[in-house]
């Protein structure tokens, strides 16, 4: 009965590869996002939807891509995977126009 | 550009005693802010916010205050016990409600028997 869940917890993969991280909430939430959290430890957005419509995109490269096929899901696709991936990726989700989100337990992304 | 920073990136405190931790912040457009706690292997879980039209909140033994013109904020936790030891992020938003959130680097928290 985990609120935000994102699988998987633990992914280690070569670079080039493609990769995708699953995200579900069964809060009835209507905005979903994707944080990455970085070596220095900071947690910076990448991007937002709201019932299934993109909101925000911070920058992120055009390798990066989410798909929101549902209002509890938001997964998030990754081509062409580099060294520099390497972080811990969140998702989270909140109810629309509020701002405290609710985390899932993150997936540490290990590019080799 | 780090434009919301927590300075130290640990504390250590004993038990019973009231923990302090600090935040500033660069953007005089933030007008939101929220304090998140994070286990080690969990997600970041919301603690406690506060607007900018107040200088105070509190919630139990948790207070947040506001030093607009410092541009600063800090969390107290009073007693503190050992399931407080965690990570605490600062975060901060130009408008309430616009999902928009920036975060400190987290300060780890420490506390001792």
């Known amino acids: 009965d985990t609120a935000v869940s994102q699988t998987p917890k633990y992914l280690v993969t070569q670079m080039g590869n493609d990769k995708s991280i699953k995200c579900e909430q069964n809060l009835g939430h209507d905005t979903m996002y994707w944080y990455k959290q970085d070596s220095k430890k900071f947690l910076k957005i990448m991007f937002s939807y709201n019932n299934k419509e993109l909101i925000i995109n911070e920058t992120v490269p055009n390798r990066f891509s989410p798909k929101s096929p549902d209002k509890a899901h938001l997964n998030l696709h990754i081509n062409s995977l580099e060294l520099g991936d390497s972080a811990v990726y969140f998702c989270?989700?909140?109810?629309?126009?509020?701002?405290?989100?609710?985390f899932g337990q993150g997936t540490r992304l290990t590019v080799v | 550009d780090q434009q919301v920073k927590q300075n130290s990136p640990s504390l250590s405190v004993q038990e019973g005693r009231i923990s302090i931790l600090n935040c500033d912040y660069t953007?005089?457009?933030?007008?939101?802010f929220l304090w998140y706690k994070k286990y080690p292997a969990e997600g970041p879980t919301f603690l406690i916010s506060i607007s900018s039209i107040k200088d105070k909140n509190e919630d139990g033994r948790f207070t947040v205050f506001l030093n607009k013109s410092a541009k600063h904020l800090s969390l107290h936790i009073v007693p503190s016990q050992p399931g407080d030891s965690a990570v605490y992020f600062c975060?901060?938003?130009?408008?309430?409600?616009?999902?928009?959130?920036?975060f400190g680097q987290g300060t780890r928290l420490t506390i001792n028997p």
């Open positions: 989270a989700s909140s109810h629309q126009g509020t701002d405290e989100a609710f």
């Open positions: 953007n005089s457009m933030f007008d939101y």
């Open positions: 975060a901060a938003s130009a408008k309430k409600g616009a999902q928009k959130l920036v």
